[in-house]
């Protein structure tokens, strides 16, 4: 009976010190918050997006070359680029992770008939949201991720 708990313990702390982070070498992006949610329109106002990254193979961030996406939801179109910087890897499994904040400018209010950026009582609230994307050194993107949604003031 000695043996067995011997061994069971032997195992478990075998198991428990052997155990190591095993990620993706593609970048994995999870979104955490954002400060505003109801913005004037036409980069009169912003909001800090937040979000998560792990990467397994630590190639995040370059100090150079912007490698953050944001676009717009509703046509796809780039908003903006950001650059995360190139942080030295300190653990012994060459992953990162951390957490990112950026500030961005509200885009423009879109109308049904396709104008923008332009007053209009007509429709007072245009609704959108932010996607995320990265690159890494390597040239591996994450998956994308989107924002809360986010209400622009048109008038």
């Given at each position: ?67 953050i ?36 400018k ?39 991720i ?10």
């Amino acid at each position: 009976m000695l043996k067995i708990k011997s061994f069971l313990i032997f195992t478990i702390l075998i198991s428990f010190f052997s155990c190591k982070k095993d990620y993706s070498p593609t970048p994995d992006l999870e979104f955490m918050e954002m400060s505003k949610k109801f913005m004037a329109q036409n980069q009169a106002d912003s909001t800090v997006l937040t979000f998560s990254f792990v990467d397994g193979d630590g190639d995040i961030g370059d100090d150079a070359t912007d490698n953050i996406y944001i676009r717009d939801s509703r046509t796809d179109g780039l908003i903006g680029t950001y650059r995360m910087p190139n942080y030295a890897t300190t653990n012994s499994d060459n992953y990162r992770k951390g957490t990112v904040s950026i500030v961005v400018k509200s885009p423009c209010c879109i109308y049904p008939d396709s104008s923008s950026c332009y007053a209009s009582t007509v429709h007072p609230i245009d609704t959108m949201r932010f996607t995320i994307q990265v690159q890494d050194r390597s040239g591996k993107w994450s998956n994308t991720i989107q924002s809360d949604l986010v209400q622009l003031d048109c008038i």
